[in-house]
Protein backbone atom coordinates (compact mmCIF):
# COMPACT_ATOMS: atom_id res chain seq x y z
CA UNK A 1 0.00 0.00 0.00
CA UNK A 2 1.33 3.65 -1.02
CA UNK A 3 2.93 5.60 2.25
CA UNK A 4 0.84 9.31 3.07
CA UNK A 5 2.11 12.41 3.78
CA UNK A 6 0.46 14.81 6.24
CA UNK A 7 1.35 18.04 7.49
CA UNK A 8 1.70 16.76 12.04
CA UNK A 9 -0.61 19.60 13.20
CA UNK A 10 -2.90 22.74 11.64
CA UNK A 11 -5.60 24.76 13.18
CA UNK A 12 -8.61 26.01 11.78
CA UNK A 13 -11.57 28.64 13.14
CA UNK A 14 -14.52 27.84 14.24
CA UNK A 15 -17.56 28.09 11.50
CA UNK A 16 -14.34 27.72 9.07
CA UNK A 17 -13.69 24.86 6.57
CA UNK A 18 -11.07 22.95 7.70
CA UNK A 19 -8.70 21.82 4.00
CA UNK A 20 -6.49 18.50 5.26
CA UNK A 21 -3.62 17.91 2.78
CA UNK A 22 -2.51 14.70 2.29
CA UNK A 23 0.69 13.52 -0.15
CA UNK A 24 0.18 10.15 -2.03
CA UNK A 25 2.52 10.40 -4.79
CA UNK A 26 3.41 6.94 -5.06
CA UNK A 27 -0.11 5.36 -5.43
CA UNK A 28 -1.38 2.77 -7.66
CA UNK A 29 -4.58 2.43 -9.79
CA UNK A 30 -6.34 0.52 -7.53
CA UNK A 31 -5.44 2.02 -4.37
CA UNK A 32 -8.41 4.03 -2.75
CA UNK A 33 -7.12 7.15 -0.05
CA UNK A 34 -9.44 6.81 2.82
CA UNK A 35 -10.22 9.34 5.83
CA UNK A 36 -10.70 8.29 9.43
CA UNK A 37 -10.10 10.57 12.75
CA UNK A 38 -9.89 10.16 16.08
CA UNK A 39 -11.08 11.71 18.77
CA UNK A 40 -8.99 11.48 22.05
CA UNK A 41 -9.02 8.20 23.18
CA UNK A 42 -11.60 6.84 20.77
CA UNK A 43 -11.89 4.46 18.03
CA UNK A 44 -10.78 6.01 14.66
CA UNK A 45 -14.06 7.01 13.13
CA UNK A 46 -14.52 6.61 9.02
CA UNK A 47 -15.14 9.99 7.36
CA UNK A 48 -15.19 9.29 3.84
CA UNK A 49 -13.33 7.27 1.30
CA UNK A 50 -12.91 7.60 -2.43
CA UNK A 51 -10.38 6.30 -5.74
CA UNK A 52 -10.75 9.52 -8.40
CA UNK A 53 -13.87 11.37 -8.62
CA UNK A 54 -14.05 13.66 -5.68
CA UNK A 55 -16.96 12.44 -3.35
CA UNK A 56 -19.11 14.45 -0.55
CA UNK A 57 -20.99 13.08 2.18
CA UNK A 58 -22.81 14.20 5.69
CA UNK A 59 -19.38 15.08 7.21
CA UNK A 60 -16.81 16.13 4.40
CA UNK A 61 -15.50 16.25 1.12
CA UNK A 62 -12.61 14.72 -0.66
CA UNK A 63 -10.89 16.24 -3.28
CA UNK A 64 -8.22 14.10 -5.42
CA UNK A 65 -5.95 15.34 -8.15
CA UNK A 66 -6.67 14.31 -11.21
CA UNK A 67 -3.14 12.55 -11.12
CA UNK A 68 -3.96 11.49 -8.11
CA UNK A 69 -1.08 12.37 -5.96
CA UNK A 70 -2.35 14.06 -3.79
CA UNK A 71 -5.67 14.76 -1.90
CA UNK A 72 -7.42 16.81 0.80
CA UNK A 73 -9.98 16.76 3.11
CA UNK A 74 -12.71 19.39 3.79
CA UNK A 75 -14.70 19.86 6.87
CA UNK A 76 -16.91 22.80 5.11
CA UNK A 77 -17.80 24.60 8.67
CA UNK A 78 -15.50 23.42 11.48
CA UNK A 79 -16.64 23.13 14.76
CA UNK A 80 -14.90 22.64 18.63
CA UNK A 81 -16.06 19.01 18.36
CA UNK A 82 -13.66 18.37 15.04
CA UNK A 83 -10.77 18.52 17.07
CA UNK A 84 -8.93 15.59 16.43
CA UNK A 85 -5.79 13.44 14.50
CA UNK A 86 -7.38 12.98 10.73
CA UNK A 87 -5.51 9.99 9.20
CA UNK A 88 -4.95 10.06 5.52
CA UNK A 89 -4.96 6.01 3.97
CA UNK A 90 -4.13 4.81 0.87
CA UNK A 91 -5.16 1.24 0.73
CA UNK A 92 -5.44 -1.49 -2.30
CA UNK A 93 -8.96 -3.85 -2.59
CA UNK A 94 -7.73 -6.50 -0.83
CA UNK A 95 -10.36 -6.76 1.78
CA UNK A 96 -8.03 -8.28 4.21
CA UNK A 97 -5.71 -5.45 3.80
CA UNK A 98 -4.96 -3.56 7.00
CA UNK A 99 -5.18 0.09 7.09
CA UNK A 100 -1.92 1.33 7.97
CA UNK A 101 -2.27 4.56 9.69
CA UNK A 102 0.54 6.79 9.83
CA UNK A 103 0.83 9.59 12.25
CA UNK A 104 -2.01 11.80 10.82
CA UNK A 105 -2.48 15.48 11.36
CA UNK A 106 -3.65 16.90 14.57
CA UNK A 107 -6.51 19.34 13.67
CA UNK A 108 -7.46 22.12 16.67
CA UNK A 109 -10.66 24.05 16.11
CA UNK A 110 -10.16 27.21 17.15
CA UNK A 111 -13.52 29.17 18.99
CA UNK B 1 -22.03 3.23 15.48
CA UNK B 2 -21.35 -0.27 14.19
CA UNK B 3 -22.21 -2.48 17.34
CA UNK B 4 -18.66 -3.55 18.93
CA UNK B 5 -18.14 -3.31 22.46
CA UNK B 6 -14.18 -4.62 23.93
CA UNK B 7 -13.99 -5.65 27.52
CA UNK B 8 -12.43 -4.67 29.76
CA UNK B 9 -12.26 -1.54 28.85
CA UNK B 10 -9.08 -0.98 31.34
CA UNK B 11 -6.61 -3.57 32.84
CA UNK B 12 -3.32 -3.29 35.10
CA UNK B 13 -2.05 -7.01 35.34
CA UNK B 14 1.61 -7.24 35.99
CA UNK B 15 4.46 -9.21 34.16
CA UNK B 16 4.07 -12.89 33.08
CA UNK B 17 0.82 -13.05 33.20
CA UNK B 18 -1.80 -14.06 30.75
CA UNK B 19 -4.16 -11.92 29.51
CA UNK B 20 -7.29 -12.37 27.14
CA UNK B 21 -9.23 -9.32 25.56
CA UNK B 22 -12.64 -9.63 23.63
CA UNK B 23 -14.03 -8.79 21.26
CA UNK B 24 -17.82 -8.72 20.19
CA UNK B 25 -19.87 -7.57 17.46
CA UNK B 26 -23.51 -7.45 16.42
CA UNK B 27 -23.59 -6.57 13.21
CA UNK B 28 -22.11 -10.35 11.88
CA UNK B 29 -19.18 -8.53 9.78
CA UNK B 30 -16.80 -11.40 8.62
CA UNK B 31 -13.90 -9.74 9.07
CA UNK B 32 -12.38 -8.82 12.53
CA UNK B 33 -9.12 -6.97 13.65
CA UNK B 34 -6.95 -6.42 16.53
CA UNK B 35 -4.51 -3.48 16.50
CA UNK B 36 -2.48 -1.91 18.64
CA UNK B 37 -1.62 2.19 19.29
CA UNK B 38 1.20 3.35 21.34
CA UNK B 39 2.62 7.05 21.23
CA UNK B 40 4.40 7.80 17.76
CA UNK B 41 3.54 4.90 15.98
CA UNK B 42 0.32 4.96 15.22
CA UNK B 43 -2.07 1.54 14.83
CA UNK B 44 -0.48 -1.56 13.78
CA UNK B 45 -2.35 -4.51 13.03
CA UNK B 46 -1.83 -7.86 15.66
CA UNK B 47 -3.99 -10.12 13.87
CA UNK B 48 -6.83 -10.27 11.86
CA UNK B 49 -9.58 -12.97 10.93
CA UNK B 50 -11.74 -13.64 7.89
CA UNK B 51 -14.19 -16.04 9.16
CA UNK B 52 -14.38 -18.42 11.91
CA UNK B 53 -11.36 -20.39 13.04
CA UNK B 54 -9.77 -18.39 10.23
CA UNK B 55 -6.93 -15.91 11.33
CA UNK B 56 -3.85 -14.43 10.18
CA UNK B 57 -0.94 -12.92 11.43
CA UNK B 58 -0.68 -8.59 10.98
CA UNK B 59 2.96 -6.91 11.45
CA UNK B 60 2.89 -7.03 15.32
CA UNK B 61 2.20 -10.02 16.18
CA UNK B 62 4.91 -11.36 18.23
CA UNK B 63 3.40 -12.23 21.62
CA UNK B 64 -0.20 -12.56 20.44
CA UNK B 65 -2.37 -15.26 20.08
CA UNK B 66 -5.64 -14.77 18.77
CA UNK B 67 -9.42 -17.10 18.19
CA UNK B 68 -12.26 -16.96 16.65
CA UNK B 69 -14.84 -19.36 17.60
CA UNK B 70 -18.15 -17.97 16.62
CA UNK B 71 -18.96 -14.95 14.33
CA UNK B 72 -19.62 -12.61 17.31
CA UNK B 73 -16.04 -13.11 19.11
CA UNK B 74 -12.96 -12.24 18.80
CA UNK B 75 -10.21 -12.56 21.32
CA UNK B 76 -6.96 -11.48 21.60
CA UNK B 77 -4.84 -13.13 24.06
CA UNK B 78 -1.37 -12.39 25.69
CA UNK B 79 -0.22 -15.87 26.96
CA UNK B 80 2.39 -13.72 29.21
CA UNK B 81 2.41 -10.44 29.64
CA UNK B 82 5.20 -7.84 29.43
CA UNK B 83 5.63 -3.96 29.97
CA UNK B 84 6.14 -3.63 25.96
CA UNK B 85 2.91 -4.78 25.94
CA UNK B 86 1.59 -1.84 27.43
CA UNK B 87 -0.62 -0.29 24.84
CA UNK B 88 -4.35 0.62 23.38
CA UNK B 89 -5.72 -2.02 22.02
CA UNK B 90 -8.62 -1.63 19.35
CA UNK B 91 -11.42 -4.31 17.60
CA UNK B 92 -11.75 -3.74 14.17
CA UNK B 93 -14.75 -5.14 12.05
CA UNK B 94 -15.57 -5.10 8.46
CA UNK B 95 -18.37 -6.96 6.32
CA UNK B 96 -15.65 -8.27 3.74
CA UNK B 97 -18.29 -8.30 0.82
CA UNK B 98 -16.93 -5.47 -1.29
CA UNK B 99 -13.30 -4.50 -2.42
CA UNK B 100 -13.50 -0.81 -0.40
CA UNK B 101 -14.77 -2.02 2.54
CA UNK B 102 -14.13 0.16 5.41
CA UNK B 103 -13.77 -0.82 8.70
CA UNK B 104 -15.33 0.37 11.74
CA UNK B 105 -13.35 0.91 15.38
CA UNK B 106 -14.71 -0.46 18.87
CA UNK B 107 -13.81 2.06 21.86
CA UNK B 108 -10.73 0.28 22.64
CA UNK B 109 -8.87 -0.98 25.50
CA UNK B 110 -6.46 0.33 27.78
CA UNK B 111 -4.13 -2.25 28.92
CA UNK B 112 -1.23 -1.31 31.58
CA UNK B 113 1.57 -3.93 32.39
CA UNK B 114 3.59 -3.50 35.56
Known amino acids: DAKTTQPPSMDCAEGRAANLPCNHS???????VYWYRQIHSQGPQYIIH???NNETNEMASLIITEDRKSSTLILPHATLRDTAVYYC????????????FGTGTSLTVIP | DAGITQSPRHKVTETGTPVTLRCHQT?????MYWYRQDPGHGLRLIHY???????DKGEVSDGYSVSRSKTEDFLLTLESATSSQTSVYFC?????????????FGPGTRLTVL
Open chain 2, 92 to 104: AISPGKTDTDTQY
Open chain 1, 89 to 100: IVRGTNTGNQFY
Open chain 2, 49 to 55: SYGVKDT
Open chain 1, 26 to 32: TISGNEY
Open chain 2, 27 to 31: ENHRY
Open chain 1, 50 to 52: GLK
